[in-house]
């Protein structure tokens, strides 16, 4: 299994303003992940991280809005910008493969005025 | 595509209750299944997995048989404490090689 650390916790931002949330994974991974949680809902995949090389993003999702990073097999970052009342939601990272299990973070809690 | 359905919720069930949340799947080919829990405040935690037909996860109690015959993975546990109170996430891994995720079920769990 791999353990998995979330900076921050959670924060409270005001419109129109970034927030950079950071993962860190305790062992090399093959991929990592960054997943969103509207608050009572299930989790949406935003993007795939791979490390030395641009993310894949989903349907919907578009990396002006959602810039993310992966610069080792241990740590990436997502970037919220510009962010509006309805980019509040929880932010969770996670790691593993596809076919194999994947596991998160204790996710990141974003509440924008 | 791939797509997970769970049994709707909130359930409420008083302590030593018997537990059964519903989960039915629909994909092509043969996927992973899995069972996460999300305690009030956290992230996720895997919960038990099955990657093959009629293999059976179990962990702290719950138990979920992979049923590729009526396409299933119900979560049950014979017993619940008021700690298992959180909520539940049935999700695949299946031929569009990404996790998906069903809709979650909320389980309070009265002393």
Known sequence: SAVISQKPSRDICQRGTSLTIQCQVDSQVTMMFWYRQQPGQSLTLIATANQGSEA?????FVIDKFPISRPNLTFSTLTVSNM????SSIYLCSAGTYQETQYFGPGTRLLVL | GDSVT????????SEEAFLTINCTY??????????????????????????K????GSNKGFEATYRK??????LEKGSVQVSDSA???????????????GS????TVLP
């Open chain 2, 53 to 56: 037909a009629d293999d059976k």
């Open chain 2, 69 to 74: 015959e009526t396409t299933s993975f119900h």
């Open chain 1, 84 to 87: 509006s009342p309805e980019d």
């Open chain 2, 26 to 51: 629909t994909a092509t080919g043969y996927p992973s299944l899995f069972w996460y829990v999300q305690y009030p405040g956290e992230g996720l935690q895997l919960l038990l997995k099955a990657t």
């Open chain 2, 87 to 101: 909520v539940y996430f049935c999700a695949l891994v299946g031929s569009a090689r990404q996790l998906t995720f």
């Open chain 1, 56 to 60: 894949t993003y989903e349907s919907g």
């Open chain 2, 104 to 107: 979650g079920t909320q389980l």
């Open chain 2, 6 to 13: 769970q049994m709707e919720g909130p359930v409420t069930l």
